[in-house]
């Protein structure tokens, strides 16, 4: 009686090109009788790789808060000693001119899960600074921030994204009554502790509206000057914030 054993076995060698290039399959059949040795048959085939068999590459998920040097999650608040918030308009179509508002507050709360994360900023509109008493009377009044019927200038944000390297803040900005979409352009400047004990973050952000939308829209022509005003309807609004970690508060 012949007993023949199978024994197969295969060899992968790699030829080079990425992981999907063909792979060379060694088979080997050995056939052995009990009595005498049988011919060794040996198949040597080319085969391609089906669609399982291919290597896939699983990107691993890394949160956009763990880019960003020194991290710390939790709840701010704005240090408006150390902060500053300000607008440039242009005046003449030639130049620019430069305000501020000097009484704010906010609260920014950071989390690793940038869906939890926010920004609440209050503006006191009476506060406006250009350096030039006349000219901030005139800004508070009914031709332009009309701070005796509004008082407060908000933000709230709805959305905190991240893009890479690059932060955006998606919010609802009110001005003058009107309540418009705008997204802040943000560049986190870093996480310290202070010389008190405490801890402080940096941002800086930078956005640009069009003052019309707000019912911001007093405005008049330039004598000589072709279709040209003496303001422009673009306004950029900056904000350079330092802000301190309120200890002890937990994040929502």
């Known amino acids: 009686m012949l007993k023949q054993l199978y024994v197969s076995f295969h060899v992968c060698l790699r030829i080079g090109g990425p992981p999907s290039a063909p792979v060379v399959v060694i088979a080997v059949a050995l056939a052995e009788s009990v009595r005498s040795a049988a011919p060794l048959n040996v198949l040597i085939a080319i085969c391609l790789p089906s669609e399982r068999s291919k290597t896939q590459e ?11 040097p020194g991290f710390i999650a939790g709840r701010w608040e704005i240090d408006p000693v150390h902060s500053e918030v300000s607008f440039v308009v242009r005046h003449m179509v030639v130049s620019k001119v430069r305000g501020r508002f000097d009484r704010f507050s906010g609260t920014i709360v950071t989390d690793e899960d940038f869906a939890r994360s926010s920004v609440n900023v209050t503006i006191e509109a009476s ?26 200038i908000t933000f709230q944000s709805t959305v905190v994204r991240s893009e890479g390297d690059r932060f955006s803040i998606d919010g609802e900005l009110t001005i003058r009554g009107a309540t418009r979409p705008v997204t802040l352009d943000v560049e986190v400047n870093g996480f310290t502790p202070d ?10 952000a930078t956005t640009e509206i069009n003052r019309q939308d707000f019912g911001v829209s007093y405005n008049g022509p330039i004598p000589g000057a072709n279709n040209a005003m003496v303001l422009s309807d673009r306004v950029t609004l900056i904000l350079e914030v330092e802000a301190v970690l309120q200890s002890g508060v937990p994040v929502a």
Not at 58 to 68: D, E, H, L, R
Not at 199 to 204: E, I, K, L, M, N
């Open 195 to 204: 010389p008190y004990g405490g801890t402080r973050a940096g941002f800086s």
């Open 58 to 68: 699983i990107p691993m998920t890394v949160s956009p808060a763990a880019q960003i």
């Open 127 to 152: 506060s406006v600074n250009t350096n030039e008493p006349n000219r901030d009377n005139h800004v508070r009044s009914a031709d332009f921030l009309d701070v005796e019927n509004f008082p407060s």
